[in-house]
């Protein structure tokens, strides 16, 4: 099982820093989900090979991830690919329609190659309600898109956000906009239930 994740910061792991002198390391969720599913499949007693790569890139939009699809995620041939994009042309301003062009380009190109997608909703935000419409938008789109070819959805906005308020929550960010560790981890728990905890429950 070879596992690409493409995307930004939030697929990087970036941190926030609390203070001028501390930069903390990247946490990746693709490190908590690494390990959720070799634990998994420890449980099965099955010989499963398993390869994580992360092709995160930190301020990156919809556009630069579908112009480096092929060359980072295709030209690898894994077996999932795990797409997480939008929060950055949202913030630019850019139009919903077209953020959702650029992911369904990818979203198409994967399906191409036969390869299992795993769709990601974007996170909510904490500060600037007037960008939190945008995102529900993307991610009903994103979401209408899964229903209808059957690819698999990981609700990233309702895991890390306040249902009430649909704000992001605090308890998983320290800054309104990227995750924390807790967030990050929160994301990986969110994909794994949802795309590979049943693939690896037939390996049983």
Request: hydrophobic residues 40%; glycine residues 8%; contains cysteine.
């Amino acid at each position: 099982m070879k596992i690409v994740a493409l995307g930004d910061s939030l697929t990087v792991g970036y941190l926030s820093p609390l203070t001028a002198l501390e930069w903390p390391p990247y946490q990746p969720y693709t490190s908590f989900l690494e390990e959720m599913i070799r634990d998994a499949i420890a449980k099965t007693r099955k010989s499963v090979r398993l390869q994580v790569i992360n092709k995160g890139l930190n301020g990156d939009l919809t556009e630069g991830m579908l112009s480096r699809i092929d060359r980072d995620v295709l030209q690898l041939s894994p077996s999932h690919v795990i797409i997480l994009g939008g929060t950055n042309d949202i913030g630019w301003g850019i139009p919903v329609t077209e953020i959702y062009s650029n992911l369904e380009g990818m979203y198409e190109k994967v399906i191409r190659h036969s390869i299992q997608l795993i769709a990601c909703a974007v996170p909510s935000i904490l500060g600037y309600d007037s960008l939190i419409p945008p995102r529900v938008r993307l991610n009903r789109m994103i979401h209408n898109y899964c229903e209808a070819k059957g690819a698999k959805y990981a609700d990233l906005f309702s895991a890390t956000g306040n249902t009430a308020t649909q704000r992001l929550s605090p308890k998983y960010s320290n800054d309104g906009l990227h995750l924390s560790a807790e967030g990050y981890r929160k994301a990986a728990e969110t994909i794994f239930k949802e795309a590979f905890l049943p693939f690896i429950n037939t390996l049983t």
